[in-house]
C-alpha cells in the first residue's frame, strides 16, 4: 500500500455539509437511525436504493474538527449515491466487486478532500439484498456491526484499514445472512467508546441491548440504545461521593446508531 497525499479541497471557509438523508421504506425490513452531535468529529451515514431488490447504505466517523470533517463526508456522500447507483446498476457485476471499488474509490475522495491531504476515517459499507437477506459489507476499520438472530448474536468485525490514510488500500467483501426476524446494529466510535468512572460503554454493551434488551422495531432498538448510552455517561464515579462528582465521563462526541431489522416472514408477507 502506497500512502500518497492529495491537494486538498478543504477550504478557509464555505465548509460544506452532506444533505440529508432521508430513512428509505423496503418492504422486508425496518431501518431506523439515531444520532446526537457533538463539537468534535463527523459521524456521517446515508442509504440508497440501487435496483428493487438491494439497499446500499454507508457508516462513516471521519476525525477532526466538525466542519472540515462534515465537508470531506459531503464530497463523500456525492461519490457514494453517483457511484453506488452506477456500480449497482451494472447486471454484469457482482456485488462484492462493486461494493470493493465504490470503497476504494470513496477511500481516495476523502483523501483529496481533507484538511491536510489525509485523516483518519473508520467506515462501514453494506448492500442488502431484501429478498434473500443476503448482507454483503466491507467493514474498513469501523466498530464490529453487531447481528442478532435466532442463534444469538454475531460481532461483524473489522476486515481492513481506515479510510482517509493509504490511496491505494483495498479491502475484500464479506457476506452474511439476515434471517427473517434478524437484525444488524451499527453504532459509531464516540457512542462505545463513552466513559464513565474511567470504563468505556463498549461494544459489549451495544451487544447487551441487542441481545437482551427490549423492543418491537428498530426505531425503537436506536431510542432503547441511545438513553442506555446515556444513562451510562451520567453514572457516577466511585470517587463521586468524595469528590461531588457526577461521574467521570468522555469528552464530547457524535453517538449515532443505525439498525436494520428483517422482518418476520408473515409480516414480511403482509407488507
Known sequence: MILKKFQSRAP????????????????????????????IGGDFYDFIQV????????????AGKRETALHSAAFAQDLFRNRGAELFNNPDAEDSDALTKLLLEMNREIIRTAAGGICHAPAFLGCYHEDTGILTYINAGHTPGVMRD?????????????????????????????TPGAGLVLASKGLVEVKAGGHEFGIEGVRKVV??????????????????VTAYEKKPSFLAPALNLTGLTSEPNDLTVVALLRKAASAAARA
Open 12 to 39: 478557509a471557509t464555505a465548509y460544506r455539509q452532506p444533505v440529508r438523508t432521508e430513512i428509505p421504506t423496503v418492504p422486508t425490513a425496518e431501518i431506523a437511525a439515531r444520532y446526537r452531535a457533538a463539537r
Open 51 to 62: 435496483s428493487d431488490t438491494k439497499l446500499l447504505f454507508v457508516m462513516l466517523d471521519i
Open 150 to 178: 435466532g442463534e444469538g448474536t454475531l460481532l461483524l468485525e473489522a476486515n481492513g484499514l481506515p479510510l482517509g490514510l493509504f490511496s491505494h488500500a483495498t479491502h475484500d467483501a464479506q457476506f452474511c445472512v439476515l
Open 211 to 228: 441481545e437482551e434488551g427490549k423492543y418491537d422495531s428498530a426505531e425503537a432498538l436506536c431510542q432503547l440504545l441511545h438513553e442506555r
